[in-house]
């Protein structure tokens, strides 16, 4: 089992991979030329992201999974520190009235990013004890207190998330979350209960933040301010509607010269659909497909409870955002600002998901 799916996943994400650095070459030199005066600034960056990512997660294929379960809640709280600290003059940056980034000297880093992973691993750590001490028959507060201890973490980085605000990120933590307590076996009753509270506690945020209810009325009527709220995801619709079965060819998209907003990151796939047309987006879709199957199968054959669940959270991250991308581009659900994994442009991001790569990676050798 172990060279077989490890091998699958090396050679789907290294393909998605690919693809990403064709489109973003595609997409960037001309923006990149005309902003910096140099076609590869961009192309550049990504390379050297991904090349940090790959050592990144060659370590963490390297380190005993023990050793990262002792420092889950260490890592965990370093990052909700982490976040924290974007609200420090000087440190912090924020655009669109929105706080995200830390920025020292060269070094810009989003939190957030880097939470999604460090969170799933605390996650996975706790749910573990918490199914474990929930299984006694003498219910009593001390059984309650990993679980407890779950939700407490969970609540803190709700707060701070709002108060970026991020609801986007909240919503794919809330996901992934929900997915791993669903799995890890605990009681129904228990799951039920958070689920439909931290639904609630969502819901309740989305309604007090007005950007977040115009995205949403903007597609339940796209149509209705083309040239405002609405411009974004009717110039992706020309976009993906341009391309047609194959495409315009590499390079040849339209919308990407001015009329396309966003384009080296949220909207990259309307991109790419206009050059590769229907037929390459299926392949990619396909590729992020048979990710979440195989690392769905590495979680059901490993042989303890925090591999398996580390493995659920780290496939469940990949494919949701995968999936509100792409479905965001198609008009399918409202425009979140999530990026697409492994091919948006962004370092936070791809460093991240190289390194949760390099997790599922040890806990498919180790299965």
């Known amino acids: 089992m172990r060279n077989k799916y490890a091998k699958t996943i090396i050679t789907l994400i290294g393909s998605i991979i690919i693809i990403g650095i064709i489109i973003l070459a595609s997409v960037s030199t001309i923006y990149s030329q005309q902003k910096l005066g140099t076609p590869y600034y961009f192309l550049t960056r990504q390379v050297i ?27 965990v709280l370093a990052n909700i520190a982490l976040l924290a600290a974007v609200f420090i003059p000087g440190i912090g940056w924020g655009s669109g009235g ?17 939470l999604k992973l460090t969170f799933i691993i605390f996650a996975a750590t706790w749910l573990t004890k918490a199914v474990e001490s929930l299984r006694s028959k003498k219910i009593t507060i001390t059984n309650f207190r990993h679980l407890a201890m779950c939700c407490i973490v969970f609540v803190v980085i709700t707060v701070i998330l709002k108060k970026q605000p991020d609801i986007s990120s909240f919503a794919v933590l809330f996901s992934i979350f929900s997915i791993m307590l669903f799995v890890s076996g605990i009681q129904l009753r228990y799951f039920l209960g958070i689920a439909t509270l931290g639904l609630t506690i969502l819901i309740s945020i989305i309604l007090t933040m007005p950007h977040t209810i115009k995205r949403i009325e903007t597609f339940l009527n796209p149509t209705d301010d083309i040239l405002g709220a609405g411009y974004q995801i009717h110039q992706a619709a020309i976009a993906i509607g341009s391309g047609g079965l194959f495409g315009l060819g590499l390079g040849m998209g339209k919308q990407k010269m001015g009329f396309l907003p966003e384009t080296l990151s949220d909207t990259i796939f309307a991109t790419f659909a206009e050059e590769t047309g229907f037929v390459g987006c299926i392949v990619l879709i396909l590729l992020f497909i048979a990710f979440t199957w195989t690392g769905f199968n590495i979680a059901k054959n490993t042989k303890d409870k925090f591999s398996s669940m580390a493995a659920v959270g780290i496939v469940s991250w990949i494919s949701i955002q995968a999936f509100i991308n792409i479905s965001a581009m198609l ?37």
């Open 49 to 75: 992201y991904l090349l940090i990512g790959i050592f990144g997660a060659y370590i963490i294929y390297k380190i005993d999974l023990e050793k990262i379960k002792k420092y889950s809640l260490f890592l």
């Open 331 to 367: 008009g399918i659900i409202p425009l979140t600002g999530i990026a697409l994994p492994f091919i948006s442009y962004g370092g936070s991001h791809l460093i991240t998901e190289l390194f949760a790569i390099g997790l599922l990676l040890n806990i498919a050798k180790k299965s």
């Open 98 to 114: 929105a706080k995200r980034w830390i920025i020292l000297g060269p070094l810009q880093l989003q939190p957030t990013e880097l």
